[in-house]
Nanobody, 122 residues
Framework: QVQLVESGGGLVQAGGSLRLSCAASGRTISSYAMGWFRQAPGKEREFVAAIRWSVEYYADSLKGRFTISRDNAKNTVYLQMNSLKPEDTAVYYC?????????????????WGQGTEVTVSS
C-alpha cells in the first residue's frame, strides 16, 4: 500500500508559477511510474505528466510550461507549473503505477492522493 499526499496548491494570478509536491509513504516509489492528473469542475480527470526513473512524459498541450521531477531520496514527486492560465484551474492529483509504465489514463494507476486545488485568476 502506498499513501500519497499532495501539497503546494493555492491561488495564483495568470502568468504566475506554482510547484506541487507529492510525498509518498508506505513503499519506496523509485521504481514506480508516478503521474500527475487534474480535474476541473464538471470535467473528466485528465493526464498532465508522468515520470519513471528519469524519463518524462507530458500531455502535448502542457509541454513546455509544466515540468515533472522526482527526488527518490525524499520519496517525493514534483510538478513545476509556469505561465499559469485560468484554464489550468483544477484539483491536481498525483498517482502511482506499480507496473512502471508511463501511462496517460487514470485507470492505469494504482494509488491516488487526495488532491490539491489550484486556482488561477485572470
Amino acid at each position: 500500500q502506498v499513501q500519497l499526499v499532495e501539497s503546494g496548491g493555492g491561488l495564483v494570478q495568470a502568468g504566475g508559477s506554482l510547484r506541487l509536491s507529492c510525498a509518498a509513504s508506505g513503499r519506496t516509489i523509485s521504481s514506480y511510474a508516478m503521474g500527475w492528473f487534474r480535474q476541473a469542475p464538471g470535467k473528466e480527470r485528465e493526464f498532465v505528466a508522468a515520470i519513471r526513473w528519469s524519463v518524462e512524459y507530458y500531455a502535448d498541450s502542457l509541454k513546455g510550461r509544466f515540468t515533472i521531477s522526482r527526488d527518490n531520496a525524499k520519496n517525493t514527486v514534483y510538478l513545476q507549473m509556469n505561465s499559469l492560465k485560468p484554464e489550468d484551474t483544477a484539483v491536481y492529483y498525483c498517482a502511482v503505477q506499480k507496473a512502471g509504465v508511463l501511462g496517460n489514463s487514470p485507470g492505469e494507476y494504482d494509488y491516488w492522493g487526495q488532491g490539491t486545488e489550484v486556482t488561477v485568476s485572470s
